[in-house]
């Protein structure tokens, strides 16, 4: 999931507040409280004139550094903003404005490790700041470093409790590390807050625990309240499916499939899951025309193993076969492929046929419990 934080930008502080104190110009002064006024209403390319006019009278000026950069990162300019605010730390080191830019162009920029190497110096100088504080969590976790982002996100938590930054961060941590479980605890403790001001990724990210628990009735809750939101949330949508298909309630996840087909006709994945719940319904030749439809767009090996199955289904054994036997060429590996030959053989009364091509995974180095219980059966049988 998206899932940077759920934060919009954010510029530090009240920029429209910065004087320059050492400044003896009245000029500079104005020109500076007018750009990050400009700046905070959106108004980004007055602002920077205000800002260029700052840097014709004092080279260097911090503010008017700053400011530029604040303008391009808005802007979504990492790389030109990244100039301005090194420029500024250049003149002026430790500049506390230059260095929470700098980090967030670095985090936009997904170079983590800048980032949590400027955060830090910025700490030196006000450790108890809970913005900077949960980007550096935020960056740990990116990171993969479940310890040190777990260890900053409960500091936030013990100097300001229920911290929405704080609390969803440790839902995505857990989330990433895969303990569901702890994910849905910090997850439900932000929608407990208050439900109406949360963000409507929180009810689909809680969805999706339930999803990954395999407690599908739990998560068709949440993405039902996600939908009441945003009747064509793709995710919810998604989740309300899967959840169904979960449940083995196919006729039911037909139709959240078909709603996000309405949205996104060439969805190539969600053409495939349709044809699926189909197939499981039985109504082979809808299935059919869906698999067909994916496979219009570009290759797909789970519709192509679709339609090999619609085959199979219909005793068509010798098509089934032939189209599966095409698929291990392209993919040795999958065990899957193996299982669904064999049974085709064995369906034929080819059992000696069957043995031969669950052992042949063999060569491919594939270890399957499956493939081993059939050749089991299948050896039994032959006695």
């Not at 409507?200 to 628990?213: A, D, E, F």
């Not at 395999?214 to 068709?220: E, S």
């Amino acid at each position: 999931m998206s899932d940077e934080m759920f934060k919009e930008f954010e510029i530090p502080e009240t920029m429209a507040e910065y004087v320059p104190e050492d400044s003896t110009s009245e000029e500079i002064s104005n020109l500076s409280k007018q750009g990050y006024l400009l700046l905070k209403e959106n108004n980004i390319a007055e602002a920077k004139e205000a800002f260029q006019k700052i840097l014709a009278l004092e080279e260097n000026n911090n503010y008017a550094l700053v400011g530029l950069g604040d303008c391009e990162r808005k802007q979504n300019h990492f790389r030109e903003a990244e100039a301005h605010y090194s420029k500024c730390l250049d003149y002026h080191p430790g500049n506390n404005y230059a260095l929470f830019g700098l980090a967030d162009c670095y985090k936009a920029m997904n170079q983590y490790h800048k980032a949590i190497n400027i955060w830090e110096q910025y700490l030196l100088h006000d450790d108890r700041n809970i913005t900077v504080l949960t980007r550096v969590a935020d960056a740990y976790r990116k990171i993969r470093d479940f310890k040190k982002s777990k260890e900053l996100y409960l500091s936030v938590l013990d100097m300001e409790e229920n911290n929405s930054y704080a609390l969803i961060g440790l839902g995505h941590l857990h989330y990433d590390f895969k303990e569901y479980r702890d994910a849905l605890y910090y997850w439900t403790k932000m929608l407990e807050k208050n439900e109406s001001l949360v963000d409507i990724r929180v009810l689909t990210s809680i969805g999706n625990c339930h999803r990954k628990l395999k407690t599908f009735d739990k998560g068709i809750i949440y993405f039902e309240r996600a939908l009441q939101r945003e009747p064509n949330n793709f995710y919810a949508l998604f989740g309300m499916a899967d959840c169904y298909r979960g449940m083995n309630q196919q006729f039911r996840s037909i139709e959240y499939w078909n709603r996000i087909l309405e949205l996104d006709p060439e969805n190539k994945v969600i053409l495939t899951r349709a044809g699926d719940a189909y197939r499981n319904t039985g109504d082979y030749r809808t299935a059919a025309e869906y698999y067909n439809k994916a496979m219009d767009i570009e290759f797909d090996v789970y519709a192509a193993l679709g339609l090999a199955l619609i085959c199979k289904g219909e005793g068509r054994y010798e098509e089934a076969a032939e189209r599966l036997q095409g698929l291990i060429k392209g993919d040795p590996r999958n065990f899957r492929f193996y299982i669904d030959l064999a049974d085709c053989f064995v369906k034929m009364n080819q059992k000696a046929k069957a043995l031969e091509t669950l052992k042949n995974v063999s060569h491919y180095g594939v270890r399957s419990p499956a493939i081993s219980d059939m050749i089991s059966r299948l050896e039994r049988e032959a006695i």
